[in-house]
């Protein structure tokens, strides 16, 4: 009987320093990205810091997806609209200010500087459009498409 109750203490024992020891180990990483695209940009840093709307696209001279992204968006004839690519390491200075850390970056600021919408990598098919008219800039019925792929 002894020898019993020894070997439930020591089994328990070994169980609990087990589960001590696992227990203790680091949690894993969060899932989430380690970075955030800007809320907020100083319009005096662009060009036409007066036009209503910019769109800022951030690029690499080495990212192929920059160049896809950029083939598409001289299409855009808005007038109300700035389009403006700031490409690293040529405006190195602006990436950093803004802590721009992945290519491509876009970022559609409105007239005080206020970033409304945002898509770091190549949008998918149809949002920059969705974008446009949810924010007013193209209204629905003109059509104007913008086809990223």
Request: proline share 9%; hydrophobic share 45%.
């Amino acid at each position: 009987m002894a020898a019993t109750i020894l070997l439930v203490l020591v089994l328990g024992g070994v169980a609990f320093g087990i589960s001590f020891w696992a227990n203790r180990r680091k949690p894993d990483s969060p899932t989430v990205p380690k970075f955030v695209l800007p809320l907020q940009l100083d319009r005096h840093d662009f060009e036409r810091p007066d036009s209503k709307w910019l769109l800022v696209l951030f690029t690499s001279e080495t990212c192929d997806s920059c160049v896809t992204v950029l083939a598409q968006l001289p299409d855009l004839a808005i007038t109300n609209l700035h389009i403006q690519s700031i490409e690293f390491p040529a405006q190195e200075t602006l990436h950093k200010k803004y802590s721009v850390g992945s290519v491509p970056s876009l970022l559609l600021t409105g007239p005080q500087g206020v970033v409304e919408w945002s898509f770091a990598g190549v949008p998918p098919l149809g949002a920059l459009s969705e974008a446009l008219e949810q924010l007013g800039i193209v209204p629905p019925e003109m059509g104007q498409q913008v086809n990223i792929s």
